[in-house]
């Protein structure tokens, strides 16, 4: 195992030098990245500061600082330390400002602004929130994405990663013994998605959250051949109304909701489009 510092610089909340870093420490294995974070580094005293620290703990710079006098005085401090550092946006921002011939407004935390994008994602959270578990089953219709699955097939946690896409998602549950709301039969706006899994997978993932709250584990909850009937129920339903269908066994969050944002793109016409324009008229508007 071999063990390295790296050291992720953001002039705001970090999450895209975050996100990046350990999509890349990803494609490497056996290594294990000490992560040091300096978030909302907007001034030269909060760089030197950050340089210290990368003395101290010597080791690769990942940074995204749009303000070019920074992002000049972290790479030259850089190169005294002979650390290597390599700026992320930077040539990202170049080649849309040539692109697009518009000069970048390097304007720190940019995608983080108060606008109407930004509330669409809260507003998206909310309507999860109010639609989790098979909630408000009358509104339904307003959803952008409707998850249908059995038990513990990760529909809440995908919901919740939808929302802070703008995606206003909803999930109902399958339960054993009781036939699907009748409101899933009458759906004309959402994508209805169904979400299956392997039922060895579930069992055993249902087992531990058994554990968790320190309750018995010999119920049909956790019974092989009753979760067994409830998986094939639960893809019968899907193939009666020709729902599209994802295995979620052994599958992340992000990649099925990355499968769930390809299907939604396609269904509204190939493409979502962003907006940066400020102001009450902003969204991200889909067709």
């Not at 490497?28 to 974070?37: C, K, S, T």
């Not at 009781?178 to 392997?198: F, K, Q």
């Not at 269908?245 to 299907?263: C, G, H, W």
Request: aromatic share 6%; glycine share 6%.
């Amino acid at each position: 195992m071999k063990r390295f510092h790296i050291h992720l610089v953001s002039d705001a909340t970090g999450e895209t030098v975050n996100g990046l870093a350990r999509a890349a420490i990803a494609q490497f294995a056996d290594v294990e990245a000490v992560e040091h974070f300096w978030s909302l580094i907007r001034n030269e005293r909060q760089v030197d500061q950050v340089l210290a620290g990368i003395e101290a703990n010597t080791g690769a710079v990942l940074y995204t600082l749009v303000d070019e006098t920074l992002r000049t005085r972290l790479a030259d401090g850089c190169h005294k330390l002979q650390v290597p550092a390599v700026a992320l946006l930077e040539p990202v921002v170049a080649m849309l400002s040539n692109y697009l011939g518009i000069e970048a407004r390097n304007q720190p935390g940019s995608q983080h602004a108060l606008d109407a994008e930004y509330f669409s994602r809260i507003d998206a959270i909310h309507f999860v929130l109010n639609h989790d578990d098979g909630q408000m089953l009358h509104d339904l219709n307003n959803a952008d994405v409707v998850l249908v699955g059995v038990s513990r097939t990760s529909k809440t946690p995908t919901c919740f990663y939808l929302a802070n896409r703008g995606i206003k998602a909803a999930n109902v549950p399958m339960v054993p013994g009781a036939p699907p709301p009748p409101e899933l039969e009458t759906l004309t706006n959402p994508l209805v998605i169904g979400l299956t899994v392997n039922a060895d997978r579930l069992v055993a993932v249902r087992r531990n959250r058994l554990r968790m709250l320190n309750q018995g584990e010999e119920t049909d909850y956790v019974d092989l051949e009753q979760v067994n009937d409830e998986v094939l129920a639960a893809r019968r339903l899907f193939s009666k109304h020709d729902w599209p269908v994802i295995d979620v066994t052994r599958r992340s969050i992000e990649e099925v909701a990355a499968e769930i944002l390809q299907r939604l793109t396609q269904r509204l016409g190939g493409e979502i489009v962003y907006s940066t324009r400020s102001g009450p008229d902003n969204n991200a508007s889909r067709g």
